[in-house]
């Protein structure tokens, strides 16, 4: 009989062991909260308030939380969720945006291209149809604005290599800054030939 007593006792403590652990995790996972998140929405919240510096350093945290969480051991990757590449993009692009209100149309580029390489705009195989039209929908928003900024700003589609530099149309203060308010589709005609 005491063997079946030292036997149970070893299975109770076992069981309490990993309660005590399964607890500790759960905690863990309802008080996580994600540092990528945190500073995109903030990031958002200066931008709209018209303080341009803070929202860049913020989106620029965001994405250095994106790259971090993205490089994390496999026990990190394991107990919580992945980083959201698509909140990385619109990062980018919203730093892209500041960039352009602070009149740094070189940052804004990169931002813009930097965002496209994240959410390039036809990569969505086994994604849900609806998330695959949004991502592509806001892929066609940066694609949108950053044909804008190179069309007022010859300059920099030629260092880019995207044009001639032919710009010498209108007046640069009667052009509206791309970024600052784009129409709720992006371009003219049919969306799907962008």
Do not use: C
Request: net charge positive; no cysteine; glycine share 10%.
């Amino acid at each position: 009989m005491t063997s079946l007593t030292k036997l149970s006792k070893r299975w109770l403590i076992g069981a309490v062991i990993a309660g005590l652990v399964s607890l500790w995790l759960g905690f863990g996972l309802i008080t996580w909260t994600s540092g990528q998140a945190e500073y995109y929405n903030a990031g958002l919240q200066a931008y709209q308030a018209g303080d341009m510096p803070t929202a860049i350093q913020l989106f620029d945290r965001s994405i250095a939380a994106y790259k971090a969480e993205k490089n994390a051991s496999w026990t990190h990757r394991f107990i919580y969720p992945k980083p959201d590449t698509e909140m990385a993009a619109m990062a980018y692009f919203h730093k892209g945006k500041a960039h352009l209100q602070n009149r740094q149309a070189e940052l804004a580029v990169e931002s813009f291209k930097e965002s496209l390489r994240l959410n390039p705009g036809d990569q969505y195989e086994g994604l849900d149809p609806a998330d695959a039209k949004r991502l592509h929908e806001e892929a066609l928003v940066v694609k949108y604005d950053l044909e804008q900024l190179f069309k007022s700003r010859p300059d920099q589609a030629q260092q880019q290599g995207k044009g001639k530099g032919k710009g010498k149309g209108d007046k640069p203060g009667n052009q509206q800054a791309p970024g600052t308010e784009p129409g709720s589709q992006p371009g003219k005609g049919n969306r799907d030939d962008i």
